[in-house]
């Protein structure tokens, strides 16, 4: 099974701030089957991303993904107050496995 | 525009069978893969499996065979049965949407349901 490890926990930042999330994969994630979701308090979770870097449909352009192999990112380039929620990444390579989670607060 | 309600009891015994039921509203159930994912209260995302209504089926191993997914084309909803329940079954359960490719590799999840509490406990 493909661990997912999600750095750091917590982040805490000012609306209008730049914040980059870390996943790490314990093995390559191939064709870098990675995805990103958004998950606001009291709401299931929403695709963002897919494919390491591709936008799901609607996704705002402050919104980036990256990475290959074992190491993933997902950047918002200006934190707008929707944005401060808890992020997942997920593996699709092998199996289906989620990381435990970044949760994105307002400092 | 596609929509997904899940809905069973709130509570269910140790060591019984967890019954939940996803209605599809928008999509025909024939048209795309179906997943169950669960989420312990304050913690993580576990997926469940998907189904497809050509029969294929798709399990998480370490659920260890207690899952069954299930698919009702005249209601057009989804069912997960999870048996021999513990604690460590309380979660809220979610009904998604498989992505759509070709390849059959998207196995992402572009639509969910708000999700329905279920509580193991006597």
């Known amino acids: 099974e493909i661990v997912l490890t999600q750095s750091p926990g917590t982040l805490s930042l000012s609306p209008g701030e730049r914040a980059t999330l870390s996943c790490r994969a314990s093995q390559t994630v191939s064709s870098s089957y990675l995805a990103w979701y958004q998950q606001r308090p009291g709401q299931a979770p929403s695709l963002l991303i897919y494919g390491a870097s591709s936008r799901a449909t609607g996704i705002p352009d402050r919104f980036s993904g990256s990475g290959s192999g074992t190491d993933f990112s997902l950047i918002i380039s200006r934190l707008e107050p929707e944005d401060f929620a808890v992020y997942y990444c997920?593996?699709?390579?092998?199996?289906?496995?989620f990381g435990g989670g970044t949760k994105v607060e307002i400092k | 525009q596609l929509q997904l309600q899940e809905s069973g009891p709130g509570l269910v015994k140790p060591s019984e069978t967890l019954s939940l039921t996803c209605s599809v509203s928008?999509?025909?159930?024939?048209?795309?893969?179906w997943s169950w994912i669960r989420q312990p209260p304050g913690k993580g995302l576990e997926w469940i499996g998907y189904?497809?209504?050509?029969?294929?089926?798709d399990y998480n191993p370490s659920l260890r065979s207690r899952g069954t997914l299930s698919l009702d084309t005249s209601k057009n909803q989804v069912s997960l049965k999870l048996n021999s329940v513990t604690a460590a079954d309380t979660a809220i359960y979610y009904c998604?949407?498989?992505?759509?490719?070709?390849?059959?590799?998207?196995?992402?999840?572009?639509?969910w349901g708000q999700g329905t509490l279920v509580t193991v406990s006597s």
């Open positions: 189904i497809f209504y050509s029969g294929i089926t």
């Open positions: 997920q593996q699709y390579g092998s199996s289906v496995t």
């Open positions: 928008g999509a025909s159930i024939r048209s795309y893969f």
């Open positions: 998604a949407k498989k992505a759509y490719c070709s390849s059959g590799s998207c196995k992402f999840f572009e639509n």
